[in-house]
């Protein structure tokens, strides 16, 4: 059983910073890429930033220049800092990862619960 535990999400002002974190547990063999995803309401879900386990990180032209997403491997770990946050950031944060199980005889996508950012005067 493998599992992703997101935290970190909160209410901030505009131009105010979060840091989310996702930590991937269980019968792990390998994670691939991981990344975080997001929905706001009433819109589908998009891919905000990913991170292969080597190699460039890829993010949404939305948000260039003002987050950054990282990973620990030891850790099992992906954070995504987010800074000069805005009203349209708002949505619920998704974190994603594909993981290889069973000594990599097995691959699978693995998604958190979800944690909401909330950004508003």
């Known amino acids: 059983q493998v599992q992703l535990v997101e935290s970190g999400g909160g209410s901030v002002q505009p131009g105010g910073s979060l840091r989310l974190s996702c930590a991937a547990s269980g019968s792990i063999f390998r994670i691939d890429a991981m990344g975080w995803y997001r929905q706001a309401p009433g819109k589908e879900r998009e891919l905000v930033a990913a991170i292969p386990r080597g190699g460039s990180t890829n993010y949404a032209d939305s948000v260039k220049g003002r987050f950054t997403i990282s990973r620990d491997n030891a850790k099992n770990t992906v954070y995504l800092q987010m800074n000069s946050l805005k009203p349209d950031d708002t949505a619920v944060y998704y974190c994603?990862?594909?993981?290889?199980?069973?000594?990599?005889?097995?691959?699978?996508?693995?998604w958190g619960q979800g944690t909401q950012v909330t950004v508003s005067s």
């Open positions: 994603n990862a594909g993981i290889f199980l069973d000594y990599g005889l097995r691959f699978k996508n693995y």
